[in-house]
């Protein structure tokens, strides 16, 4: 059956992808911290198969329990997104270094994990992808941790696309470069469009980075 999961499956960029795949007819898999989280997102999602799962994304064991749980499900999906970030600002200095870990754990090491956890079977099987939300196109000093997160996605795409790629997994980054709100140019449903394209995409066209820029 597959289809697709989104990790970090809140309002905004995370349920505005699980519609957009969901209008295609794909079941969903979510994954958020908390249950409330993901029933709001589910109650939006009528007439596919949804699967939902808890889980901490610096919690490496209940990550891949989360992500095996929808796999025993649906099967290896077609697409995985990580959408989860730690978005705050903070200033050179101003984080302990524990805070720092935290930050690195959600924005960059969760994608790492979750990939790790999907990927394989998708490459053993000739197909898949794995799409992780970016941001921050150069860095700025009121969000280090951000910026340095961001800066570790796109490190982290290169990687996994040299070490997955091969084998039919197109691996990419979707690039928001501002605010995500209805309404404006940062509209999470225009968003999704693009994750989706990119998805779409046919081998030997694929692209590994893709900037939103609004509007």
Do not use: C
């Amino acid at each position: 059956m597959a289809g697709v999961v989104v990790v970090g499956a809140g309002p905004g960029i995370g349920a505005a992808v699980a519609r957009r795949f969901a209008r295609e007819g794909m079941p969903v898999g979510l994954v958020a911290r908390r249950p409330e989280t993901l029933d709001a997102v589910a109650a939006t999602l009528p007439g596919v198969p949804v699967g939902t799962a808890t889980a901490d994304v610096t919690d490496e064991v209940a990550l891949r329990t989360a992500l095996a749980t929808l796999a025993d499900r649906f099967g290896t999906p077609d697409a995985v997104v990580y959408n989860a970030a730690l978005i705050r600002p903070d200033r050179p200095g101003e984080l302990s270094v524990r805070e720092h870990e935290r930050a690195w754990a959600v924005n960059v090491v969760g994608a790492l994990v979750t990939a790790t956890a999907v990927a394989p079977a998708m490459a053993r099987r000739g197909y898949g992808t794995v799409l992780v939300t970016g941001g921050m196109p150069a860095a700025v000093p009121a969000y280090v941790s951000l910026s340095l997160g961001k800066a570790g996605v796109r490190a982290l795409v290169e990687l996994l696309d040299r070490e997955y790629g091969p084998a039919g997994v197109h691996v990419a980054t979707v690039r928001v470069d501002g605010p995500v709100a209805p309404g404006t140019d940062f509209d999470p449903d225009d968003i999704a469009d693009e994750y989706w394209r990119v998805h779409a995409q046919p081998r030997g066209h694929w692209d590994r980075e893709v900037a939103y820029p609004g509007g």
